[in-house]
């Protein structure tokens, strides 16, 4: 099942996107409730194109992994940690699709990280194990954990390149029946739809830790709660970003995230 979290003439609602991209298009169906709970159809419909879709869910926080793919930890630089390596990014970073990555005037260097994002369900998670991790997740959308490369490499913390406004796009909707295990991970980067170049290429098998290994790791050091996103690592081939261009990311089996980059100055 997909869950979004939308714009409509009546207002905000959380839906269930029905349908296969086609002739037929997609719909969003109103829920009364919130995705974690039993669904219940309000009886109205749109079609996806004629709603605007938000990040999917509310998060209390986001956790990143770093160096997670091998490759991408060889191309900056870096070993492979031995254990997790974990960061936050602030609520305040997410954004949802077709929302503006806002360059800072802090940084020369913003670069895009596409990666598979992994949404806590209703029970949370806490010093869970394996099995309990699995139970633990609702779901996954595809994630981009936008990085001011220089402050990242300049700051001894990467709180400040991992946490501006908009540095962290989300969506475009939460699938809840996904085998995680292997599936491809994109990035395409350009300043018109007939001009996207992919940057980045890889697949989930190439995860140093997998999905339950880190959902259990991290809760042995916090308390996930419902709704909060855990991003999994992104492939090698990560690259500037600049004002004018276009970010999409997907991840197979789930969908596709753009976000246009603008620049704050």
């Given at each position: 099942m997909r869950f979004a979290r939308f714009v409509h003439a009546g207002g905000v609602s959380f839906g269930v996107v029905e349908g296969e991209s086609g002739a037929g298009g997609l719909t969003v169906a109103e829920i009364s409730s919130l995705p974690f709970e039993?669904?219940?159809?309000?009886?109205?419909?749109?079609?996806?194109?004629?709603?605007?879709?938000l990040a999917p869910?509310?998060?209390?926080?986001?956790?990143?992994?770093?160096?997670?793919?091998?490759?991408?930890?060889?191309?900056?630089?870096?070993?492979?940690?031995?254990?997790?390596?974990?960061?936050?990014?602030?609520?305040t970073s997410v954004i949802g699709p077709n929302d503006a990555i806002r360059i800072p005037p802090q940084s020369?260097?913003?670069?895009?990280?596409?990666?598979?994002?992994?949404?806590?369900?209703?029970?949370g998670a806490r010093r869970v194990d394996r099995a309990g991790a699995q139970r633990a997740i609702f779901g996954y959308t595809v994630g981009n954990d936008v990085t001011a490369r220089d402050l990242q490499r300049s700051d001894p913390q990467w709180t400040r390149a991992k946490g501006f406004d908009s540095f962290c796009p989300i969506g475009p909707w939460i699938e809840t029946e996904l085998d995680v295990s292997d599936l491809e991970v994109r990035c395409e980067v350009g300043r018109s739809p007939d001009q996207m170049e992919v940057r980045q290429l890889g697949r989930t098998k190439d995860m140093v830790f997998d999905v339950p290994t880190l959902v259990s790791y991290i809760s042995h050091v916090m308390t996930l709660l419902p709704g909060d996103i855990i991003l999994t690592g992104t492939p090698a081939g990560v690259s500037q970003i600049v004002s004018g261009e276009t970010v999409s990311v997907s991840v197979q089996?789930?969908?596709e995230l753009r976000n246009p980059v603008v620049s704050l100055d």
């Open positions: 039993q669904v219940r159809l309000t009886g109205q419909r749109w079609a996806l194109a004629d709603v605007r879709l869910i509310f998060s209390s926080k986001v956790i990143g992994v770093g160096r997670n793919y091998a490759e991408h930890a060889a191309e900056l630089g870096n070993e492979v940690p031995k254990e997790p390596l974990i960061f936050i990014k602030p609520s020369q260097q913003v670069e895009h990280e596409a990666e598979l994002a992994v949404v806590i369900g209703a029970t089996g789930i969908g």
